[in-house]
């Protein structure tokens, strides 16, 4: 079901959602937190919305979608509730912001905060550059971001790092959880030589790949070098190499000397599964932080 409000207000949104929750069946009861989506004028929400629901199979929720629109237009609200079908196990309120509104989301959005559930903030675009400090990011016990949507992904990083605050985790990290699983699976196989060194070759600008390496830096402390080519890992011990890579069907392949190549099939992270990983954990995520302060120490080297 989905009920369309234009030029409305809060109190009138908060009245239709009570009357269609009533009239439909749809109850918030069971919703275990709100999710706050964040989206500025000219970008496409709806993928969001989807990714929201999708992520709503795990984390039934009440999700909040903010559009602010124009400055220079009228000061109205349009609002739209999804619920039923149209919405998962989620219950979905998009508020569109145009005028003098825009430029105060979260009064428009603390109405609508389910109570005694915690809230999380995600930013599918470009996010505020302190994320923390923004006023709908200080309503979220976490704080999602999307290193590859930014204006600027070459920079990005070191942005993060300078305004970390705990709660803050990227999607660009949560791409990498199974290849950093795989990695710490590869290098704890006997025999345990020292490492000496990583390389970690990528794209040039690819804040996963950057991520990535600064882990390794943060987690063995030896030499990281930042390459440019095609996807590839190399732990270098007295032995040989340990190396992962990626085979044209997109499966990891590990190869390590004296040991028989591993294989592993690699299934496509979209973006309700990013989402349900980071909806799991509402504390801080150290090791995020561990790896953006690695990420600082990589040596970064010319294309491969």
């Avoid at 409000?5 to 009357?19: G, M, R």
């Avoid at 591993?262 to 995020?288: F, K, N, Q, T, W």
Wanted: glycine content about 8%; charged content about 25%; aromatic content about 4%.
């Amino acid at each position: 079901m989905i009920v369309e409000l234009p030029d409305t207000s809060t109190n009138d949104v908060a009245k239709k959602i009570v009357e269609v929750r009533e009239s439909g069946g749809a109850v918030s009861l069971g919703r275990v937190l709100t999710l706050v989506v964040c989206a500025d004028h000219g970008e496409p929400t709806e993928g969001a919305i989807e990714g929201a629901i999708g992520a709503s199979r795990e984390h039934p929720s009440r999700v909040i979608v903010v559009s602010r629109g124009e400055r220079s237009e009228d000061s109205r609200l349009d609002a739209e509730i999804r619920v039923g079908g149209d919405a998962g196990a989620s219950e979905v309120v998009i508020l569109s912001l145009s005028g003098e509104l825009a430029d105060h989301p979260h009064s428009v959005v603390t109405p609508f905060l389910l109570p005694d559930t915690p809230v999380v903030t995600w930013w599918p675009g470009a996010a505020p550059e302190d994320p923390a400090a923004d006023p709908i990011g200080q309503l979220g016990r976490r704080r999602i971001l999307d290193a590859t949507r930014s204006a600027h992904p070459e920079t990005v990083l070191a942005r993060r790092l300078a305004t970390y605050s705990p709660g803050d985790t990227d999607l660009a990290w949560t791409r990498i959880t199974h290849w950093r699983a795989i990695l710490a699976s590869a290098v704890d196989r006997p025999p345990h030589t020292a490492i000496t060194s990583v390389e970690v070759t990528g794209q040039q600008v690819a804040p996963s790949v950057d991520l990535l390496a600064g882990w390794l830096r943060a987690t063995l402390g030896v030499p990281v070098y930042r390459r440019v080519g095609s996807f590839e890992v190399r732990v270098h011990r007295e032995e040989g190499p340990t190396i992962l890579a990626v085979d044209e069907n997109n499966n990891a392949i590990i190869t390590a000397p004296g040991k028989p190549d591993g294989r592993v099939a690699m299934m496509h992270r979209d973006l309700p599964m990013c989402l349900i990983e980071e909806l799991r954990r509402l504390d801080s995520d150290e090791v995020y932080a561990e790896a953006l302060r690695g990420v600082t120490e990589i040596i970064v080297e010319g294309v491969a």
